[in-house]
C-alpha cells in the first residue's frame, strides 16, 4: 500500500510563499489537490513521470508551480503570491498511469492557512 506524505503548510501572510512536499516514488504522477472548508475538492496541479506539468485552476497559474526532484523521490508545490482564498487542505495523490487518472492514492493532507 502506497503512503504519501505532504508536509510544508502553515500560516503565511498574503502575498507570501510557501513550498509544500509530497514523498513519492518516482514512477506515480503526483497531483496536488486542495479542499477548502465547505467547497468541493480541486485539482491545483499535477505532474507526470516525465516531467509533464498540468495546472488546472486559472486562480494559480504563474504563482504555483509544481516540480518533482527525483533523486529525491519528492514532489514540490511551490505557492508564490498567496492569497486568502488559497487558505485548504492540500492533498498529494499519487496515481500509477498519468495526470488524468484516478488518483488511487492519497495522503493525508496539510493546512495551509493564508490571513494577516
Known amino acids: 500500500q502506497l503512503q504519501l506524505v505532504e508536509s510544508g503548510g502553515g500560516l503565511v501572510q498574503p502575498g507570501g510563499s510557501l513550498r509544500l512536499s509530497c514523498a513519492a516514488p518516482?514512477?506515480?504522477?503526483i497531483g496536488w489537490f486542495r479542499q477548502a472548508p465547505g467547497k468541493e475538492r480541486e485539482g491545483v496541479s499535477c505532474?507526470?513521470?516525465?516531467?509533464?506539468?498540468?495546472t488546472w485552476p486559472d486562480s494559480v497559474r504563474g504563482r504555483f508551480t509544481i516540480s518533482r526532484d527525483n533523486a529525491e523521490n519528492t514532489v514540490y508545490l511551490q505557492m508564490n503570491s498567496l492569497k486568502v482564498e488559497d487558505t485548504a487542505v492540500y492533498y498529494c495523490?499519487?496515481?500509477?498511469?498519468?495526470?488524468?487518472?484516478?488518483?488511487?492514492?492519497w495522503g493525508q493532507g496539510t493546512q495551509v492557512t493564508v490571513s494577516s
Open positions: 495523490a499519487a496515481d500509477s498511469i498519468s495526470c488524468r487518472g484516478d488518483f488511487d492514492y
Open positions: 518516482n514512477y506515480f504522477a
Open positions: 505532474i507526470d513521470t516525465n516531467g509533464g506539468t498540468t
